[in-house]
């Protein structure tokens, strides 16, 4: 059966799904956040946040349209509940097909450009679902609190699942003197006291993206620290409302105001990053997994490979929109049976097609845990989000070349109706079988995604979140196994040492 076929077999008692209403009612908890320094009573003050809360609370509603139920919803196996597929744990290559159809579903819905959307950290409890047993047999190395990390992290996928819950996750710390590790220490979120029913932790997180705009904060420090004092060695999740918990958010970058006509993707809204203060929290012992122990930090890697796929997934999707728009600006101006046109729209598809090659053969490699959870294989994956930054600014850059000066010389909605001005623009500035305003339409789309401070803001991004290239030289070094390559020239050599 097929969650579509399941949504009108399912009652309402049976479904876990949360409506676009719920969803924004959640939001109204108290939470602190400032913007520009001013204190918002809550994230539907400020446009930006608002709007983009708004385009999240489409994605509830649209669990329940049959054109995408299957994307967004799944039965899950033990319970027979309607539950939203951010929160499934794929067990099979099946699952793992299944799982990404919503990737692709949010990457579709936002143009791309929320790069850690509303089924992103839930993909990251995924990865610690998988290697749960080993997070079970580890211990606190905090005195005083003592949790259990298997249990923990089976509860808190259930309690996602059970809520359809939204997360932001944040796992850099503050950007800081990098030649001073002691600046840089003094930066991590640490605890300051342990009790038997949890703990206190106080630091900062940045980058926090769609925290203003979600449920729970699922943090950590960035992995990999093996020289990390104990106290910061800590993994956990917590309501964003929680008390001690701030969010200064960064300048707005979308156009919420504007028609769809003038700003087609920034009207949509943003995922506003977040500097998250952790003033003296309080993490319940049923909401740590890990306390203490610098080798369950270095688990990052692994952790992490579910987010690490859904990045690559999205780019695919991107890289896809860019190639649409690409063929339309061809069509709409007459260039298609120009050579060198011709071959800078193959370069968009030569990048289309890659990511999507790195992506299916992710999954095709995929590998199952100790925990039985089916995982994309992680040298596709590094290997596929090195190609994807590295060539992500010049495929902006051909799209833009393409376009010419119509990137350049833009007009809105109002100046195309105007009746004083808006003939000579109608009349002087038809495309190629399409008017003067649909090819305006295409030029204020490519503009969003390419061009104005939302798109810069997304190119910033993308290099932060795939990790800069040079760190992921490096995980290929340290990750992928070349004992075979290294056999097979020893073989076809005939060497013997």
């Not at 089924?119 to 079970?136: E, K, N």
């Not at 038997?196 to 705009?213: F, L, M, P, R």
């Not at 910061?232 to 200064?248: E, F, H, K, L, S």
């Amino acid at each position: 059966m097929t969650a579509h076929e399941a949504t009108a077999k399912v009652s309402a008692t049976e479904s876990r799904l949360k409506t676009g209403a719920e969803f924004l009612d959640s939001l109204k908890d108290g939470r602190q956040i400032w913007v520009g320094g001013r204190k918002l009573d809550t994230v539907f003050d400020e446009p930006g946040l608002a709007r983009g809360a708004e385009l999240m609370a489409e994605t509830f509603d649209d669990q329940f349209k049959p054109e995408f139920a299957e994307a967004t919803t799944f039965i899950h196996p033990e319970s027979g509940e309607l539950s939203s597929r951010a929160w499934q744990v794929p067990r099979s290559p099946e699952e793992l097909a299944a799982r990404r159809k919503m990737i692709e579903y949010t990457s579709l819905k936002t143009g791309g450009t929320f790069g850690r959307p509303a089924d992103l950290s839930p993909a990251i409890v995924a990865g610690l679902v998988a290697h749960a047993p080993t997070f079970a047999k580890k211990k606190s190395l905090i005195e005083g609190c003592d949790p259990d990390f298997g249990a923990n992290i089976e509860a808190y996928m259930e309690f996602g699942r059970q809520n359809n819950l939204t997360a932001s996750e944040s796992l850099a710390g503050p950007q800081t003197d990098r030649s001073n590790p002691k600046a840089a220490e003094a930066a991590f979120l640490r605890v300051t006291r342990a009790t038997k029913d949890g703990i206190y932790v106080s630091g900062a997180k940045t980058v926090g993206s769609i925290a203003a705009q979600a449920n729970d904060i699922f943090f950590t420090n960035l992995g990999g620290l093996t020289t990390t004092p104990p106290e910061a060695c800590v993994w956990g999740a917590v309501p964003i409302a929680t008390d001690g918990i701030r969010m200064i958010s960064r300048e707005m970058v979308s156009q919420p105001g504007s028609s769809k006509f003038d700003h087609p993707v920034s009207s949509l809204g943003e995922e506003a990053d977040q500097f998250i203060i952790f003033d003296n929290v309080f993490v319940p012992k049923d909401r740590i997994f890990n306390l203490g122990d610098p080798d369950g930090m270095s688990w990052y890697g692994p952790v992490c490979v579910f987010a690490h796929w859904h990045v690559l997934t999205r780019l695919a999707v991107k890289s896809e929109l860019f190639v649409g728009a690409g063929q339309m600006v061809l069509d709409v101006l007459g260039t298609g049976k120009i050579p060198a046109v011709q071959q800078m729209l193959g370069e968009l598809v030569q990048y289309q097609q890659t990511l999507r090659a790195f992506v299916h053969a992710a999954e095709a490699k995929a590998v199952y845990t100790e925990a039985g959870v089916l995982t994309p294989d992680v040298g596709m994956l590094t290997a596929g989000r090195l190609y994807s930054i590295e060539h992500y600014p010049r495929i902006i850059h051909i799209l833009q070349e393409l376009c010419g000066q119509g990137l350049v010389m833009r007009f809105g909605e109002a100046a195309f109706k105007n009746p004083e001005i808006g003939h000579y623009l109608n009349d002087l500035l038809p495309g190629h079988g399409v008017s003067a305003m649909q090819k305006e339409h295409l030029m204020n789309f490519i503009w969003d995604m390419t061009s104005g401070a939302l798109a810069g803001r997304v190119a910033l991004f993308e290099n932060v979140n795939s990790s800069p290239a040079p760190r992921l030289r490096a995980r290929l070094h340290d990750e992928v196994d070349r004992a075979a390559f290294v056999d097979q020239v020893k073989t076809l050599a005939g060497m013997d040492w």
